[in-house]
């Protein structure tokens, strides 16, 4: 991996080695010249050149600087294309089938998939230099130029017997193109990626909540707030790459359009079928390259019709083309069907974990619903208790006014008022907690 990160480390440019030695020099005059920065960098940087790891098809990488619209023009690509691959912006995880690339966004890895190659933007994390690394050990396992051919009856039961071989344990090699093969690749780097990710927040998860069942406190409802606020945030990225997964699948038309292989053999057997056609022409004296067209020979209807028939044969030749790949496009929807169900059992996990945090949440709600009741409970034999006492303290402030009563000159009439007053509150008490046991204020 080290290796990797110096030999894809962009080289200084000898400029700037020059500049810092002319800078150490004294000049004619004796001074130090002014220590300024390095030019060419800010010349690089005003035009807007950014670094990207280029990784062709028989496997060898370099790294390139390439502007914005050179990089639109060699991919043919609009600029909006282009910034989804910034990575400065934060975008949703995004596929988009172009006329001549493939736009890959998921999660760390953006690039663009050409018929030829595939531009990374360079970058030194992990997870970059692994999809490197992993493209490369795949290109070099098997011949890109013996990987895919069109569809035919021989191709069907060459893969028949390589689905046979493999039933037994043969290897036999892969028969995918090579921007299927870097797709791949990079849908297995996010999908292994995202799955990482769901299973250490499942570690992290489960024990904190079995604590939190246990012990409630508000340490451990912070833990579970913020641990509820990651699985929120990764369920939303999974949930978007399936989602474009699916829609990919749902539309055969997208999934027609990224045949970037077939598209260039097609495009480039028609362009020789046409130099072929012109050479016959040619040859056969009605047409000839090199020589001045007299404009009495052809006159100006005729060679508008001749323009109206090329535009009709390309746009036929075209549709043709579409609805031909979309017929063949059982490889890459078996693709995507794979990784579809990945990312959907990563989702699954997400969806149990979220479904394990309402639970506990529902369960944490009881028990404090359960501690509120009994708090009310006891407020309301405490309010009761307190309504019976206070009766003691009528029957105290009645007989210690100041007036004559006839039941003080009898010798124990004092311990009679308590007796008879206790008795009376008590009867009182029972009769109230009789009164909430019938209409199941608690249960007694």
Not at 261 to 279: A, N, P
Not at 321 to 348: C, H, K, Q, R, W
């Amino acid at each position: 991996m080290a290796d990797l990160k110096e030999r894809l480390l962009p080289p200084k440019p000898a400029s700037a080695m020059n500049l810092r030695e002319s800078s150490n020099r004294p000049s004619a005059s004796g001074r130090l010249p002014f220590l300024g920065v390095d030019v060419s960098g800010l010349k690089k940087r005003g035009q807007g050149l950014r670094s990207w790891i280029r990784v062709d098809a028989t496997g060898n990488s370099q790294v390139i600087e390439v502007d914005k619209f050179t990089m639109m023009r060699r991919c043919d690509l609009p600029a909006r294309d282009l910034r989804l691959l910034d990575p400065l912006f934060v975008y949703p995880s995004t596929i988009l089938g172009r006329e001549k690339a493939i736009v890959v966004n998921l999660e760390q890895i953006r690039c663009i998939i050409t018929a030829d190659e595939v531009l990374l933007l360079n970058s030194l994390d992990s997870y970059v230099l692994q999809y490197v690394v992993e493209l490369q050990r795949r290109l070099h396992t098997v011949g890109v130029g013996e990987v895919w051919q069109p569809d035919n009856p021989e191709t069907n039961r060459r893969r028949g017997s390589r689905n046979f071989d493999n039933m037994f344990g043969n290897v036999s090699p892969d028969y995918l193109p090579f921007e299927f093969r870097a797709l791949e690749v990079a849908l297995e780097a996010a999908c292994t990626f995202l799955d990482s990710q769901a299973a250490e927040l499942e570690i992290e998860a489960y024990p904190l909540l079995d604590e939190l069942t246990s012990k409630i406190s508000t340490l451990n409802l912070e833990r579970v707030r913020r641990l509820k606020s990651r699985l929120v945030a990764l369920t939303r990225r999974v949930q978007k790459v399936r989602d474009e997964i699916e829609q990919l699948m749902d539309d055969d038309g997208d999934m027609a359009e990224m045949y970037l292989t077939e598209k260039k053999k097609r495009l480039e057997s028609s362009f020789y079928g046409d130099q072929s056609m012109m050479g016959y022409r040619s040859n056969d004296g009605a047409l000839s390259i090199s020589a001045p067209v007299s404009p009495l020979s052809s006159p100006p209807d005729n060679r508008k019709l001749e323009k109206c028939l090329s535009i009709a044969r390309s746009r036929h030749e075209s549709i043709r083309s579409t609805e031909s790949a979309t017929n063949s496009i059982e490889e890459l929807e078996m693709l995507l069907e794979a990784y579809f169900v990945v990312i959907d059992s990563t989702l699954n996990k997400l969806t149990s974990l979220k479904e394990y945090i309402d639970d506990t949440e529902d369960f944490i709600n009881i028990q404090l619903d359960n501690v509120r009741n009994q708090l009310i409970q006891f407020e309301l034999i405490l309010t009761t208790a307190t309504f019976v006492v206070a009766i003691f303290g009528v029957v105290a402030g009645i007989f210690g006014m100041n007036f004559d009563v006839p039941l003080f000159k009898y010798r124990n009439s004092f311990k009679w008022v308590l007796i008879i007053t206790g008795v009376a509150t008590s009867v009182i008490f029972c009769t109230f907690l009789c009164f909430f046991k019938y209409r199941r204020l608690m249960p007694l």
